[in-house]
Every structure is written in structure tokens, then in C-alpha cells.
């Protein structure tokens, strides 16, 4: 049983930073793509990043360049720093894992286990 916990999340003013954490039970980051996902009230659940066991990563373009997704996996932890926080970056935060080793998509669907999510607020 793949068990992800998410934490890290929070309240912040637009353009300040938090980092999230998603730790796992198993050999989950050196084996699989690992991704963060975000959902907003009214809203579809949308990829943020993806990571895969070489470290490639994928990042959806309303991200780019102030979000980073890395990993440790020695200690099972998977990140996402988040920094230039905006409004609209406000959602439910889910670390949710892969089918396979190579993360190909940012879409859901290619994803298994899930976490139960951490709330990310920005203000402004």
C-alpha cells in the first residue's frame, strides 16, 4: 500500500514563498514519476510538476520559472518550492504518483496514488 503525506501548506501574501513536502512509504521516488497537482474550488485538478526518476521534469507554463519540484531519494521526500507566489496559485496542493518511471504528461490520469493535500492561500 503506496501511502503519500503531504505538508508544508499555508497561507501567504502574493509574492511570498512556501515549500511543500510529500513524504512516501516504499521505494517510490527512485522508481516512479512523482508529481505535484493543485485543485481550486469550481476548478479541475491541473498538473503543476512532474518529476522523473532521472530528474527530468515537466512544469505547466502558469509555473514556470517560480515553481521548482525536486526530489531526495534517500529520504523518500518529494518538494515543491514555491517562490512569486500569486492569487491565483491558491488551491488544494495534492503529491501524487506515477504508472511508470518516465513522466510523460501532466495529466491526472497517468496517476495512481494520491495524497490527501496540503491548502496553499495567497492574498493579496
Known amino acids: 500500500q503506496v501511502q503519500l503525506v503531504e505538508s508544508g501548506g499555508g497561507s501567504v501574501q502574493a509574492g511570498g514563498s512556501l515549500r511543500l513536502s510529500c513524504t512516501a512509504s516504499?521505494?517510490?521516488?527512485?522508481?516512479?514519476?512523482m508529481g505535484w497537482f493543485r485543485q481550486a474550488p469550481g476548478k479541475e485538478r491541473e498538473g503543476v510538476a512532474v518529476i522523473d526518476i532521472y530528474g527530468s521534469t515537466i512544469y505547466a507554463d502558469s509555473v514556470k520559472g517560480r515553481f521548482t519540484i525536486s526530489k531526495d531519494n534517500a529520504k523518500n521526500t518529494l518538494y515543491l518550492q514555491m517562490d512569486s507566489l500569486k492569487p491565483e496559485d491558491t488551491a488544494m496542493y495534492y503529491c501524487a504518483r506515477g504508472r511508470g518511471s518516465i513522466c510523460f504528461t501532466l495529466h491526472a490520469s497517468s496517476f495512481g496514488y494520491w495524497g490527501q493535500g496540503t491548502q496553499v492561500t495567497v492574498s493579496s
Open positions: 516504499g521505494d517510490t521516488y527512485s522508481s516512479y514519476c
